[in-house]
């Protein structure tokens, strides 16, 4: 069967009731100006969703850019710190081994300090026996 055999006459006479009910008594010309008006309205509301459409497509390749920066952004920034985490690991280090070197300095400067006074007490107590010695 063919379309034009399954389209009916009762078919046809629902497709053209496209016109409401109200304006059925209307004229031809009226009838004719009512769907030219229909039609001015329709496409204005097309034009309208099409500029919608274009509006929120613009958008949202504003967005994808935006996204796409903060991306990069976040990528570089990544990388910064992983940079400086790199950077504050070998602080600690050499921090930790600073306080090694400097708690081996105070010890040296301990010992120093011992050996300071052991030698002037030596140094007093060889005086001390040298001015006896003179007196003798």
Known sequence: MSTLQLYSGKDEINDRNVIPEPTEGLGLKAQNRYLKAKVRVLLEENQKLNSQMTHQNDEIVRMKSRM??????????????????SQLEKMKKSLGETRV???????????????LIEASKCLQITEDEFLKALDW
Do not use: G, I, P
Request: glycine share 0%; net charge negative; hydrophobic share 20%.
């Open 68 to 85: 796409q920066e903060l991306e990069e952004e976040r990528n570089r920034l990544h990388r910064v710190t992983s940079a400086h985490s």
């Open 101 to 115: 070197h400097c708690n081996e300095l105070e010890t040296e400067k301990t010992n120093y300090k011992k050996m």
